[in-house]
Every structure is written in C-alpha cells, then in structure tokens.
C-alpha cells in the first residue's frame, strides 16, 4: 500500500470514458453491487459543480461510484483506495464532504466543500497512465485481498429507535420533526432549504421519500428505526 503523489488536472473533453475508468466501474460492480453499489456514470463533458474547472469526467478518467447513503462500507472502500493509490493510480478520490487528492498525498482526507456533498457516490479520479492501463484484474489484484468492508449480515434484527427519535410522519410536530428537518437540509444541501419548524408537512414528506430512494430504504415517507437509524449515521 502506497500514496501516489501528484495530479493531472483535465484539459478538455475527450469524448469517451477511459479503458482504465471502466475496468474500475466494472470491478466495483462485481464487488459492491450486491451491497447496493451502482454506476452513476464516467464520461461526462462538464465543469465541476459551480466553478468553471473542467471536470475529470470530461476526459474519463473519473467515476461515480453510487453507494447507498449512509452505507457502513462507503468508507471503508475510500480508505482502501486512498492507501492502494500508487498501485491503482488513483490521483483523488471524493466521498462524503471530504477528499484525499494526490496534490497534497500525505495530507489524508481534507475538507471537501464543492457544491455536490458526494455522500450517495465516490468520485474517484485515475492518472492518465491508470487511465489507460488498469483492468479489473488489477483492482482484484490490489483491492481483492483487503479484508472485506464490514456488510450488514441479512440475520441482524432492524435497529430499535434510537432514544429521543420516536417514528414520525406526516402530521407530526415537534422537536423530533425539528430534528429530521435539520438532518435532511445537511444531507442536501443544493436543494432548497426545508423550514425547520417542526411540523411535518408535505415538503418534508417529499425529502424523507428523497433520502429513503436514494439510501435504498423502504420509500414511504415515514420515519421510523431504520429511517432515524441511517440519518443519525448508524
Ligand atoms: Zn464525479
């Protein structure tokens, strides 16, 4: 395991994804998509949310590694691809507001304050030379022997509701709703802001069913244990 120092900034957009990304996407797939891993996409011609920097997708050396918000092993796989950097090729890689970039490899994980959170996807960059070389077989090579990252067995019982976090929906009030509210406005914060007023109303019903779709949960607005459990960040 080593740190790969430097980076390779985009220059512009080359119209493809990279072998290399997409040996990348498809381990990844075969690994995690049993755990709710997704593609949300390689080659894409774009800046970087809200700057004018073109964006490493635009030369498709970058994925979007979809994980289910709140997933135990979301970071356990960062980790993992930070400190197998050098031999993977990985030159930054983004997840849940923070980001570790070869630019400043000893650094560890940073502050990651762009506009997108990156807490329901990894955004992991290659160098060109990964780019263009990484297969699959490598990544099991590097990544295949590492512990697996801790998974939910299917036999543990649903979380009991944490202490002070009853099961809510619509027409609720109080601080509870107050809670959930504050909660959801941190997940999202590209979306318009949720009035933390403690009463639950339509819109946020609408954001519980948001979060729920997109962390896997059952979507039907209520939020019960396994609901509070993935907000509170069990
Ligand atoms: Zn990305």
Redesign the pocket.
């Given at each position: 395991m080593s740190l790969l120092s430097g980076y390779e900034p985009a220059r512009s957009c080359t119209g493809s994804p990279t072998t290399g990304a997409r040996a990348l996407m498809s381990w990844y797939l075969g690994a995690y998509a049993g755990r709710g891993g997704r593609n949300l996409?390689i080659y894409n011609c774009r800046s970087v949310a809200g700057t004018s920097t073109t964006?490493?997708?635009g030369e498709g050396r970058?994925?979007?590694l979809g994980v289910p918000v709140g997933a135990s092993w979301a970071q356990g796989l960062a980790d993992q691809l930070r400190l197998n950097s050098a031999e993977l090729g990985v030159q930054c890689v983004?997840y849940n507001r923070r980001i570790w970039s070869g630019a400043h490899a000893a650094a560890g994980w940073r502050p990651y304050t762009g506009a997108n959170p990156h807490v329901d996807?990894l955004?992991v960059e290659l160098s060109w030379n990964s780019a263009r070389g990484l297969t699959p077989e490598r990544v099991q090579q590097v990544l295949g022997g590492q512990p697996a990252p801790p998974s939910t067995p299917p036999t543990t019982p649903p979380p009991s509701a944490p202490p002070g976090h009853p099961t809510i929906r619509r027409g609720a009030k109080g601080d509870p709703v107050r809670e959930l509210q504050r909660i959801l406005n941190a997940w999202y914060p590209t979306l318009p802001q949720l009035a933390v007023d403690g009463d639950f109303g339509p819109a946020t019903e609408a954001r519980v069913k948001h979060m729920q779709e997109r962390a896997g949960l059952t979507v039907d607005g209520i939020v019960g244990p396994k609901t509070w459990a993935r907000l509170l960040g069990g």
């Open positions: 996409g964006s490493l997708h970058a994925d979007d983004i996807h955004h």
